[in-house]
């Protein structure tokens, strides 16, 4: 912030000068506003489409070997559940998993809805 010394007053604040403030801070961090997006605290749209949603909700996931040897992927169970769902996957066919999972991985990412009846797993 700049000020114009007059005679009046030293620390007058020119208009110009007020304009050209830093964004607001909260807790010491500025606040970013897209006034373009039209987010409000009470009117966010927590969709797949909207772009600044980055980290959509992810339950917490195990992936460890069973006493058989298959590999187990398992999600902690939510509140409506009796038990955690998992799965397991044979070690004869974890390679296949594995290359579609990289493959899904290195891909860009599409969140736009697929045609009924297409099953894509994020890959266009």
């Given at each position: 912030m700049t000020t114009n010394p007059t005679t009046e007053n030293s620390n007058e604040i020119k208009p110009e000068a007020a304009q050209k403030q830093s964004p607001e801070k909260r807790g010491g961090f500025p606040v970013?506003?897209?006034p373009a997006q039209g987010h409000s605290d009470d009117n966010f749209q927590w969709t797949v489409?909207?772009?600044d949603v980055l980290l959509p909700e992810q339950r917490?996931?195990?992936i460890y070997l069973n006493r058989w040897g298959q590999a187990?992927?398992?999600?902690e169970r939510g509140w409506d559940e009796e038990s955690d769902p998992f799965m397991t996957i044979d070690h004869a066919h974890l390679p296949v998993v594995i290359q579609r999972l990289q493959e899904i991985a290195a891909a860009p990412l599409n969140r736009e809805e697929p045609e009924p009846g297409e099953a894509t797993g994020g890959l266009r």
């Open positions: 970013l506003v897209n489409n909207n772009e917490t996931t195990a187990v992927i398992r999600q």
